[in-house]
């Protein structure tokens, strides 16, 4: 694939052609990527060419990367993101859906379909939706390029709604803020001080159970007690623009640390407790909605009408 190409130009940027010679080659990629894991946050690089491909017979010219060097990733990878190198939209499709099995207690191999719709065939029942917001175009760091933005209006703890400020929900000019889907990450990031007012109130509504010692960047944590048979948790809901709420189950937002009856919450912030960290995050999306919290529950997102539909059911 030439430098020229528009393709290129995909992943290095449009100014790139600017510095090819006529029959030079696009320049090979590098992705650095950082995930929020137990023990702390994982880096993971990836390099390598950039080629052209032809899939089934059917779609000619298809970008892919070939990797020859990596990591802390995964073999292969597909971006599914609202970025026009991502496989949707180089198949084309009209809908994708998922629903993420939860393996938080045990290692089987079950796993459960991607369905990719071309034609607009899915026809999901039940389904509530909210709007998928389209991205400023910035050249900007702050921005998560190709990620998906949602507009999470509020938190609700219990019965105690937790407002998300406006300067942190929406997407501000310079590409900060806003609330973005991320299948590949863990654990659900929270901007510090949305964190700090969602675990206050956590803390609060749990305070018949004993503090326990954050566990990584897991807490806050409490101690079960043991003799109780029916451990009773605060609800947790998100409410999103156009009234669609996401009701979860306590396994999408507490998990069981050890075998001492210990569970944490299962969001994370840029302070990181028990491991001594403080690394206040310039900018970025206020909310990382990771795939504990997505897990047992159907995700449809519809390109089409850009809107995300979600239905919580047995995967």
Not at 14 to 37: F, H, K, L, M, T
Request: hydrophobic share 35%.
């Amino acid at each position: 694939m030439l430098c020229k190409s528009e393709k290129c130009a995909w992943i290095h940027g449009r100014n790139v052609a600017s510095g090819c010679g006529p029959a030079q080659p696009c320049p090979d990629y590098e992705s650095i990527s950082g995930r929020w894991y137990s023990d702390g946050i994982s880096v993971g690089s990836t390099s390598g060419h950039l080629m052209l491909d032809t899939l089934e017979e059917t779609r000619v010219d298809f970008l892919v990367g070939c990797s020859f060097s990596s990591t802390n990733e995964p073999l292969g990878g597909a971006g599914f993101g609202d970025s026009p190198e991502s496989l949707p939209s180089q198949l084309g499709l009209a809908k994708f859906s998922y629903c993420l099995l939860s393996h938080s207690y045990d290692d089987s191999m079950k796993s459960t379909d991607l369905v990719l719709d071309f034609h607009n065939e899915l026809e999901a029942q039940g389904l509530t939706y909210t709007p998928l917001v389209r991205a400023p175009t910035v050249h900007s760091s702050c921005l998560f390029y190709g990620f998906r933005y949602l507009n999470l209006r509020e938190i609700i703890v219990g019965q105690t709604h937790v407002k998300i400020p406006d300067k942190l929900r929406v997407i501000g000019p310079d590409g900060n803020g806003g609330t973005i889907v991320d299948s590949s990450s863990p654990y659900t990031y929270m901007e510090r001080s949305i964190y700090q007012s969602v675990t206050r109130e956590f803390e609060k509504q749990m305070a018949r159970y004993e503090r326990a010692p954050d566990v990584g960047v897991l807490g806050p944590c409490f101690k079960l007690n043991p003799t109780e048979k029916l451990v009773s948790y605060p609800a947790l809901a998100l409410l999103f623009e156009g009234g669609a709420k996401m009701e979860l189950m306590s396994v999408n937002y507490l998990l069981l640390a050890d075998k001492s009856n210990t569970v944490c919450l299962s969001f994370v912030t840029d302070v990181v407790g028990s491991i001594g960290l403080n690394i206040k995050l310039s900018c970025g999306p206020s909310i990382i909605l990771g795939n504990h919290l997505q897990q047992s529950t159907y995700m449809e997102f519809d390109l089409q009408k850009r809107r995300l539909g979600f239905l919580k059911r047995a995967c």
